[in-house]
Structure formats: structure tokens, C-alpha cells
């Protein structure tokens, strides 16, 4: 919400006024000098003096209330206490001095964010000013009570605090009159009240003409929030610039991290998400400055609608939550509502819409109780929104204009119906009133500020979505490619890797899935036989962080590293490339735009012939039949019936009419569809897809042919250089238990001591290894290091074999890892961006652990997990995993799989050879399915068969007693396995 903690504290209320009609005794003179000393940077010299003195005589209250002042101003609170309640004497009658001094403990508590304790210390303060007639301090009293009633009763309690402070003002001006009229200002903007700004400009004119620096920067960003909620928002980031020069000049710390909280707001507001992030990083370190434990819960509060407008959903949740916490601890009752909001915000953006109506509606309750407009208005449009996905028009119409009825009402009618257009132009599309959704849409996009591009994007695709809904298919396709040439603006600007990797799922404009419009346009564009154009416009939706990686990384190889370093210059690429660019008539390319909200999904297949166009059925329709079957898959049940609906659905189409010559797939998957494993998907004609076509995964077309270039430019080399990594030793490992009960996945992270030992991956690397007899380097235990894997030359090696323990979080990238030995400065888990940062030439990765295949989906990127940062760093292919793999299964594949490699076939044919003779040997798909290649499923590498093993001369010299045992053993284990087998548990002991 923008309205962040407006109802907290406003202004710090720290400052005292300098020599007027009202000035009180010594002690208000005191906390002028220490304020100055501070905003002048004097507070060393004089800290100095008052120490002295203080030491000389230590009943000097002038000097304990002084330095008490230096010690809160500076954010050394513990020191500001004791020096405070040094003051304090409860044996003696309180005075001037005792009062002042409880007023320093509640700007210590008010510093701290503490709002109960500091409403509670004023309380004492003023009635203790009152009874010794201490007029000064009961204003000053006062001013504090208008920031702890706001946060505590509301606008109600401010405006009731502020009539007691102005029957107190001195005529003429005062620093008690520019805090007055500052505040005033702010809460009637929140009110709504018209004469908001004009109050605030004139605290601002006010404490200009006293000189005071640091409370015009204050009454500079009152002003600028003024302007913000009144609509006037041309003016506000200028105003707030004024402002932050001179809270920065005056070492106002907490009042900087509170600024640029609220221009994070403003900018994330205007669709300037980049600048906002960095905006969120300076009130982090702000709030560290002035400790502050309310600053940070604006930093994270901000963080979370940053992310909510990224759509990066997990991420919000978890910076709302450490938000909510901050705010719990400080018994903050408004940060607890905003916390409601922006759950409730995330529900509606979710599956549970019920759930999520139901909390929008308690905040909308809780904004009508409380007359604020602002946040009536928003949870109006959020309940609108959750309407519009429930496809109930009228509800959402009816949302709609209730929220510009109550804006009009305060005198916002115009600014309401601006800022609801867009919505209703949706409205419009979904009762097929397209007339009426253009002239919204073209509205809203004629009332947009040309830099403000995010905006402009959605909207114009928007409209694209109008013209193609009403055939015209010419205006829906300059449009879309309008809008998309706006996106790509908005991405430059953004100078964040990981904003510019969630820049095609962002919107500003509560959209539920921004690429819904878009899958129907280009969906609308092919079904209408313009397939190229539909194709190039999906591509440009494709792995553009991936894209932009590889070639900033070639950058960095033309300096010259080795004969062969890559040239990827990768782009986009049409059909007619993708087609021109296949390696033979062996090939086709598949590539899916997922459809959501009713759209259909595109299939296009791209052949040496041309390009075919298929719809099918939207994509958030199969994501859940996807999660059964993967969950199905994992646990051994019988996946045949889900097999065969999601085979007719995906690949039924292209079945009959893919020439017989393709046996190869490059399949470019979107949306849910990426976690589909299309090897088990069932034919028309009952077999799986794996007994027709081997499959490879590419995260765009313009990626898959960069790849392939590679492959032509790159020299050949006869020596395959090979590293096999396996059995880390890890810090406090375990020793993994062989019993069903007590299965050991390579994926668990253990949270009870460590991870287990994975003695059979040791094994693995050496037989790996056998594939390059003579330019093998086999590291294992504390070898396979973190520390030697960053820093060796990784590009001598054309193969590298990772077997070891993997992390992979759907859900976030931050909990994403592969572990190694830790050691010598790290800590053994290898970060995505660690990854990405390697200098690779390798032809081929294998990620020999559990979900390395896995990551998180975002839209315009695709899987974003372990895999995409190794093609970043220069491979060509990787092999990894979907799901949990198992010991026994996963040697037998990849001995099989190397042995393919070895007898010349290129990477997805020898992973298609691999579970063909793992079919045939009736494993399960547990077994084969999940593994798989992305990247170029087309590289080779040279590998040497290995020499057949030579039995040890102790196998012969044990004779019988030997045979015996092995005997007994396999009795033993077969008894076992089919118990395993009768549970639906094939596998042995899984050791990654």
C-alpha cells in the first residue's frame, strides 16, 4: 500500500524551538544547543566540554541533560537512558529539569520505534508539566502525543491532540508553529482534506524563515506526502530531494531512512522499480545508523510489495512476515494492519480467493471504520480484482464504483477515475464490451507519463488484446510489438540482475498473471496462420536474463583465453532461423507459450520444412494433473492414466503430423509446463514419448541456437579432459542409514547435524572417471571442495560430473544450492549465483543429485535454478535431475549413459539409450524419468570405452568362503528388494 504507517510517526518530534516568546527555562535551551551541535557537526567539541564539567560535578543536570541529548541524537540510546535517568530522582519533587528529562526517555523510546513505551512516558510528562506549570514542555508534550496517537487511536486522537497544541501557540513565527502546521497538514491529507499541501508549504515557509535546517527537511517531506495524497504528484520527488539534502546535512538519520522508505513507495507507484530498490537499500542502512527497529519494518514492508509487484510471491511473504514480526515487537497496531493488507494483497494473487475476499474485506472494514479513504479505495479495487478472477463482472463493477463514489465524495472523483480506468477497461473485456475497453484502455495510456514504460507496457497490451478479441489483427500486432519494445525500455533501465530477471512478470496495475493477455494475442496472431510473427513475439519473452549472461560473459572471453572460447551473441531468433539452423532433418524444435486465464496455449513446432502453429488447452488448467503426476512418479505409483490425458493434450497434436525422420525434440517449455517430464508422456499409439524421440530442454529458440553455433566455431579436441567430483566431506556429517525407513536423498539437506556422508557418489565419480582413462581428475572427500571448484581453471575440462548433495528450492533462489566440502573461507554450499560466475568450456555438466533440474518458473525466464547459471558459465549441456534419485538406479543409468556417450551418440540420444535399457530392464520411471538435458541436446563428447575390470587376485584366493558369503548376501538383498518392490519402494538407499 502506499500508505505506509502514514498513521506512525509523521515527524520525529525531536527538535525544541530556539529563543522565542515561549522559551522556557535552561532545560529546553539545553536540547537546542545539543540539536545544533549535532546538525552543525560540532557534537565532538561539545560532548567534550559537557563531560568535563559533568565529572567536576557530578550533580550537573545541564550537562547529564545534554550529553543524554548527544548520546539520542548520535543513536547510542543505552547511554541516553542512563544519562536521562541519571535526572530522575523519585525522592525529590519533580521540575523543569525531571521533566525534560522524562520527554528525552520518550524520544529514546520513540527512537527505538517503541510506541507504548513512549505514549506511556509522555503521559508522565505531561501531567507533570501541567502541575508545576511547565507550559514549554507540555508543548513539546504535545507535539509527541500527536505521532503516538496516530499510531495508536487514529485520526480522530491526532486532530483532538493538535486543537489542545494550537490553543498553546505563541502568535507570530515558532518552531511550535512549523511542527504544528506540518503535522496538521499531513494528517488532513490523509483525510483527504483540500488544503493539505497549502498547510504543509506553510510549516515548511515557517521553519525556513527560523533558520532551523533540520525541521524544514522534516516539514519538506510532510509536504511532499501532502502532495502525494492530494493527487499532486509532479512535484513530490523533487520536493523529497530537497528534503534528504538537508536531513543528510544535519545527520537526521532516522528521518532519512523514513524518507527514503516513503519514496520507495512513490517510485514503486510510478513503475520505477529499480530506483526503488535502491531506495530500500538506503533506508536498510539508515535504520542500521539510527537502530531502529521501525525502519527496518518499513525497509521490508517495502521489499515485500516490491516483490508482491514482481510477482515473486514467496519473497513477499517472507519480507511481510519479517515486517509483521518488527511491528509485533513494538506493539505497533498499524504496522499490524498494513500486515493484514499485504497478506491479504498476496491471497488474491494466489489460488485461495475465497480466503483471499475474506481478508480484503476485513481490511475494508477496518478503512470504513477508520475514514480512510485511500485505503477504502485500495481494498475496493483488490476485492474488484479478486472478482474479475472469479469471472464475476458485476461484483467487480460493482467494487469499482463504490470506490470512486467515496473518492468523489472527498473531492477526488477525477483522480479515483483515472486510477480505476484500467481496471475497468478489464471489466469491459470480460463482459465483451470492447468498445468501451478501448476507450478506457486509451485513456488510461494517453494520461501515462512517457518514462513511465511498465505502465505503458501492460496497457498496450491491453489493447492489443482488445483488437485482437475484435479482429483486428493488424492494430493487435503493432501494439503488442509496441508494448514489447516499452518492456524492453523499462528492463534497461532497471540496472538490477534480479529485477531485470522478474521484469516480464512485473506489474504495477494488479494484474493476477501479466502474460495472460499476451498468450491470447499471440495465441489469437497464430490460430489466424500469422504464426512467424507469433513465434518472434514469443521469443522475445524467452530467457532474456540467460540471454543477456552468455553474451556478457563472450564479452569478457574476446580478450583472447583459449583456441575455441565461444562466441554466443545470442538474440532472439524467428522461425525462419530456428528452422534454417537445425543440425538435420532429425530435429524439431517445440515451443509452448502457456496460456492462463482462459487463454489457450500456443504449440509451435518448427521443422527443416517450416512452422506449424497448434492450440491447446490453457496451461494453469494442467498444472495441477502435472503436480499428481510428478508426485505419483516420486512415491511409485501408477502414473499411466495422468500419462496418457497430459500426452493427448501436449504432444497429440504434433504426433501424426511430425515427420517420421524427427527423432530428436528441443523443447522450449512456459509456465507449469516446465516441470512437466515428457519422456512418460503416453502416445495414441500406448508407448512413451522416450520410445520415439529423445528429448532435450532449451530454455529459448535464440538460446538453442547459440549453443549450436557454438558447437560449429568451437575446435575439436582429441583429448577430453574429465572432472568427477563425489563424496564431499562435510562439516558434522552423518553416516547414511541402508533401510527404507531411514532413506538418505541426495536433496535432504539434514537439519540435525549436518549432511550424510555419500559414499556411493564417491564411487560414481571414480567409474565416471574411467571414461577418460589418462585426463581424468577425480577429487573426493575434503578435495571436492567450494574453495577449489572457484578457484581452478575449470575451462581445461570438457565434462564435469558434480555427485554430491543438492538444495533446490520452487520457491526461492536464496535457498538454492549444491554442497561441497566446506573450508579455507567457505562454507560448502555453491550458490546459483556462484555458479554463474565459474569460467566453463565444458561441453557437458552432470548434476548427479536430487532436483537439479528444478528451480523456480518465472515468466519470460524459465527454470531458474542450478541449471541456467551453468549454461551462463559456458556449458553447452547439463544433465540433472526433477526429482529424488536413488543409489543403485543412478550408477546403473549413468554407466549406461556414459557407455552411450563413449560409443559416439550426442547428449540427449545417449540419455534416451540410457532409459530405453532401463526400461527394458522393467525399472520404473522413479528410476530413468526424471533425469534430464538442457541446454544443446545435441553435443558430443570423445570418450574412450573403458577397459572391462580385471577381478583382484583376493576374489580367487578367498574361493568358496568368498562365493559363500556373496551368495548369502544377494539372498539376503533380493529377499529385501522385493519387500522394497511389494511397497512401492524400488530403490536402494538414495544417497544424494
Known amino acids: 500500500m502506499r500508505l505506509h504507517l502514514l498513521l506512525g510517526i509523521l515527524l520525529p518530534a525531536a527538535s525544541t524551538p530556539a529563543a522565542s516568546q515561549t522559551e522556557g527555562p535552561a532545560p529546553r535551551a539545553v536540547v537546542q544547543i545539543a540539536e545544533r551541535a549535532v546538525s552543525d557537526d560540532s557534537a565532538d567539541v561539545v560532548r567534550a566540554r559537557w563531560t568535563a564539567s559533568l565529572r567536576r560535578d557530578s550533580s550537573d543536570r545541564v550537562s547529564a541533560l545534554g550529553l543524554g541529548h548527544l548520546a539520542r541524537l548520535t543513536y547510542d540510546f543505552p547511554a541516553a537512558e542512563r544519562l536521562f535517568r541519571r535526572i530522575l530522582d523519585p525522592a525529590k519533587p519533580g521540575d523543569r529539569w525531571t521533566v525534560q528529562a522524562q520527554l528525552g526517555l520518550y524520544r529514546v523510546a520513540l527512537g527505538e520505534g517503541d510506541y507504548r513505551r513512549a505514549d506511556s512516558l509522555l503521559t508522565a510528562a505531561i501531567g507533570e508539566a501541567r502541575r508545576i506549570g511547565d507550559r514549554g514542555s507540555e508543548i513539546d508534550a504535545l507535539i509527541g502525543f500527536s505521532n503516538t496517537r496516530s499510531a495508536t487511536g487514529g485520526l480522530e486522537a491526532s486532530f483532538a491532540v493538535l486543537d489542545s497544541l494550537r490553543a498553546l501557540l505563541p502568535p507570530g513565527d515558532s518552531w511550535e508553529r512549523a511542527q504544528y502546521l506540518c503535522r496538521l497538514g499531513l494528517y488532513r491529507a490523509v483525510a483527504s482534506e483540500a488544503d493539505a499541501a497549502d498547510l504543509t508549504g506553510q510549516g515548511v515557509a515557517t521553519a525556513e524563515r527560523l533558520g532551523e535546517r533540520r525541521l524544514t527537511g522534516q516539514c519538506l517531506e510532510a509536504h511532499a506526502m501532502a502532495h502525494s495524497l492530494s493527487g499532486r504528484g509532479d512535484s513530490v520527488l523533487a520536493i523529497m530531494d530537497r528534503a534528504e539534502r538537508l536531513l543528510r546535512a544535519t545527520s537526521d538519520h532516522a528521518s532519512l531512512a523514513r524518507l527514503a522508505s516513503r519514496r520507495s513507495d512513490e517510485l514503486q507507484f510510478r513503475g520505477r522499480l529499480g530506483e526503488a530498490k535502491t531506495a530500500l537499500g538506503q533506508v536498510l542502512a539508515e535504520a542500521e545508523i539510527s537502530r531502529n527497529r521501525e525502519r527496518f519494518a518499513f525497509a521490508y514492508g517495502g521489499l515485500g510489495m516490491l516483490a508482491l509487484r514482481l510477482h515473486d510471491l514467496p519473497t513477499a511473504v517472507d519480507h511481510f512476515e519479517r515486517a509483521a514480526v518488527l511491528y509485533d515487537s513494538l506493539s505497533q497496531g498499524a504496522g499490524a494492519a498494513i500486515a493484514r493488507s499485504n497478506r491479504a494483497w498476496v491471497l488474491s494473487l494466489g489460488d485461495d480467493l475465497p480466503a483471499a475476499r475474506s481478508a480484503l474485506q476485513a481490511v475494508l472494514n477496518e478503512a470504513l471504520k477508520d475514514k480512510q479513504l485511500e485505503d477504502e479505495v485500495i481494498a475496493r479495487q483488490q476485492l474488484a480484482r479478486v472478482a474479475m478472477r472469479q469471472g464475476d463482472w458485476p461484483e467487480a463493477a460493482g467494487q469499482l464504483d463504490a470506490a470512486e463514489r467515496s473518492a468523489r465524495g472527498h473531492g477526488r472523483g477525477e483522480e479515483a477515475r483515472a486510477s480505476l480506468a484500467y481496471d475497468r477497461g478489464r471489466v469491459a473485456i470480460g463482459k465483451g464490451d470492447f468498445v468501451a475497453a478501448e476507450r478506457l484502455f486509451g485513456g488510461f495510456l494517453a494520461g501515462l507519463e512517457p518514462e513511465n514504460h511498465l505502465h505503458r507496457h501492460l496497457t498496450q497490451v491491453r489493447l492489443a488484446e482488445v483488437w485482437a478479441r475484435g479482429g483486428d489483427l493488424d492494430r493487435a500486432e503493432r501494439q503488442i510489438t509496441a508494448a514489447g519494445r516499452e518492456l524492453e525500455t523499462w528492463r534497461a533501465s532497471l540496472g538490477d540482475d ?26 489469437t496472431l497464430a490460430g489466424a496462420g500469422r504464426t512467424d510473427a507469433a513465434f518472434a513475439l514469443a521469443e522475445q519473452r524467452r530467457a532474456r536474463a540467460l540471454t543477456d549472461r552468455l553474451n556478457g560473459a563472450d564479452m569478457l572471453r574476446e580478450g583472447g583465453v583459449a583456441a575455441g572460447a565461444k562466441a554466443h551473441r545470442v538474440r532472439p531468433a524467428t522461425a525462419g532461423e530456428v528452422s534454417a539452423a537445425l543440425p538435420n532433418d532429425s530435429t524439431a524444435l517445440l515451443q509452448y507459450v502457456a496460456g492462463s486465464e482462459g487463454a489457450p496455449t500456443t504449440l509451435f513446432v518448427v521443422t527443416r520444412a517450416g512452422t506449424r502453429a497448434h492450440l491447446l488447452p490453457p496451461a494453469d488448467s494442467l498444472a495441477a494433473p502435472i503436480r499428481r503426476l510428478v508426485a505419483m512418479l516420486e512415491s511409485g505409483g501408477d502414473p499411466s492414466a495422468i500419462t496418457r490425458s497430459l500426452g493427448a493434450t501436449l504432444i497429440g497434436p504434433l504426433a501424426d503430423s511430425l515427420p517420421a525422420a524427427v527423432t530428436r525434440l528441443v523443447v522450449v517449455p512456459d509456465g507449469p509446463l516446465h516441470r512437466v517430464p515428457f519422456d512418460v508422456l503416453r502416445l495414441p499409439d500406448g508407448r512413451a514419448l522416450v520410445e520415439r524421440w529423445a528429448v532435450g530442454l532449451a530454455p529459448s529458440a535464440g538460446v538453442a541456437l547459440g549453443l549450436w553455433r557454438d558447437a560449429q566455431v568451437g575446435a575439436p579436441r582429441d583429448t577430453v579432459r574429465l572432472l568427477a567430483l563425489g563424496d564431499p566431506e562435510f562439516a558434522g556429517e552423518q553416516v547414511a542409514v541402508a533401510s527404507r525407513e531411514a532413506q538418505t536423498y541426495r536433496s535432504a539437506f539434514s537439519a540435525k547435524g549436518g549432511l550424510a556422508r555419500l559414499v556411493g557418489s564417491g564411487d560414481e565419480a571414480r567409474e565416471v572417471a574411467r571414461y577418460a582413462p589418462g585426463s581424468a581428475e577425480v577429487r573426493l572427500r575434503a578435495e571436492a571442495s567450494e574453495r577449489w571448484l572457484k578457484q581452478s581453471s575449470l575451462d581445461q575440462f570438457r565434462v564435469i560430473h558434480l555427485a554430491t548433495h543438492a538444495l533446490v528450492d520452487e520457491t526461492s533462489l536464496a535457498r538454492t544450492a549444491l554442497a561441497l566440502a566446506p573450508g579455507a573461507g567457505e562454507d ?165
Not at 494488479?510 to 495472460?516: I, R
Open 828 to 992: 560448502g554450499f555453491l550458490s546459483p549465483a556462484d555458479l554463474a560466475a565459474l569460467r566453463l568450456d565444458a561441453d557437458l555438466v552432470v548434476l548427479s543429485a536430487c532436483r537439479t533440474a528444478g528451480g523456480v518458473a518465472i515468466a519470460g525466464e524459465g527454470m531458474e535454478g542450478l541449471t541456467a547459471p551453468l549454461l551462463a558459465a559456458g556449458a553447452r549441456s547439463v544433465v540433472a535431475t526433477q526429482w529424488r534419485i536413488g543409489d543403485r538406479s543412478t550408477v546403473r543409468l549413468v554407466e549406461d549413459f556414459y557407455g552411450a556417450l563413449a560409443n559416439g551418440l550426442p547428449v540427449a540420444d545417449a540419455l534416451r539409450h540410457a532409459k530405453l535399457l532401463a526400461i527394458g530392464r522393467g525399472a520404473p520411471p522413479l528410476d530413468w524419468a526424471g533425469f534430464t538435458v538442457v541446454g544443446d541436446p545435441l553435443a558430443r563428447v570423445a570418450l574412450a570405452t573403458p577397459a572391462p575390470r580385471r577381478e583382484g587376485w583376493w576374489l580367487a584366493a578367498g574361493g568358496g568362503i568368498v562365493l559363500l558369503a556373496l551368495g548369502t548376501y544377494l539372498v539376503r538383498r533380493r529377499g529385501r528388494s522385493s519387500e522394497r518392490r511389494g511397497s512401492g519402494d524400488p530403490s536402494a538407499v538414495t544417497h544424494h
Open 498 to 523: 534480479e529485477l531485470r530477471r522478474y521484469a516480464f512478470s512485473a506489474t504495477a496495475l494488479g494484474e493476477h498473471d501479466p502474460q495472460a493477455p499476451v498468450a491470447r494475442v499471440l495465441a
